[in-house]
């Protein structure tokens, strides 16, 4: 069982940046494909950022493209998502979740591990 939290949100200024952790308890993520999706009030869950399986093939939507960026560290316990250029469009919960294998799927309904979200905030 997989057991994801995150941490690092907060209230920023525009233009500002962040860094979102996703921190697994009870195992590695080596073998976990890792997607980060977010959800502002009123409207649905959408994909943000996600990483296949190996570490590699990472992928954006494209409103954060250039601006936010995935990574995982070598202990294979903690995925980042570094979030720069922050705008009040950026408003919303963010979640890390993971699927076993394969790569970082676009719809939210392919993952098995979810995380409990954390609140990030942009200000104008």
């Known amino acids: 069982q997989v057991q994801l939290v995150e941490s690092g949100g907060g209230l920023v200024q525009a233009g500002g940046s962040l860094r979102l952790s996703c921190a697994a308890s009870?195992?590695?993520?080596?073998?976990?494909?890792m997607g980060w999706f977010r959800q502002a009030p009123g409207k649905e869950r959408e994909f943000v950022a996600g990483?296949?399986?190996?570490?590699?093939?990472?992928r954006y939507a494209d409103s954060v493209k250039g601006r936010f960026t995935t990574s995982r560290d070598n202990t294979k316990i903690t995925v980042y998502l570094q979030m720069n250029s922050l705008t009040p469009e950026d408003t919303a919960v963010y979640y890390c979740?993971?699927?076993?294998?394969?790569?970082?799927?676009?719809?939210?309904?392919?993952?098995?591990?979810w995380g409990q979200g954390t609140q990030v905030t942009v200000s104008s």
């Open positions: 979740a993971a699927r076993q294998w394969g790569v970082a799927a676009f719809n939210d309904k392919e993952y098995d591990y």
């Open positions: 009870g195992c590695t993520l080596d073998t976990y494909a």
């Open positions: 990483m296949h399986w190996s570490g590699g093939d990472t």
